[in-house]
């Protein structure tokens, strides 16, 4: 399975941006899928998830109700939808997947197998 994170770029503060994770090599309801980001120096943080089934979804307490992830299964691609940003946004965006996450706790970035190559976000205050 691969996957590809698109999407980040620079955006003012109190913009939004779009990320995308296209997953090939296997079907998309077969895996959970998450977003992880990582600034230097610092360790990866989960940000959100989404059940294989796609009824299910898990954000970091932080971010809920800014961020939306969700699925276009036509596309095979995983979408994290980010609003109302800031500076402490900025990080590299990795999306990951895993076979089934939540058996030892999904916002834990060691049970997911499958990582993209990551994405940068930047937000200018």
């Known amino acids: 399975v691969q996957l590809q994170a698109s999407g980040g770029g620079l955006v003012q503060a109190g913009g939004y941006l779009r990320l995308s994770c296209k997953v090939s090599?296997?079907?998309?309801?077969?895996?959970?899928v998450a977003w992880f980001r990582q600034v230097p120096g610092k360790e990866r943080e989960f940000v959100a998830v989404l059940s294989w089934s796609g009824d299910s979804t898990s954000y970091a307490d932080s971010l809920e109700g800014r961020f939306a992830i969700s699925a276009d299964y036509a596309e095979f691609t995983v979408l994290l939808q980010m609003n109302r940003l800031n500076a402490e946004d900025t990080a590299v965006y990795y999306c990951a997947a895993s076979g089934r996450c939540s058996s030892h706790g999904c916002q834990n970035d060691w049970v997911y197998d499958y990582w993209g190559q990551g994405t940068q976000v930047t937000v200018s205050s």
């Open positions: 090599g296997g079907l998309l309801d077969d895996y959970d």
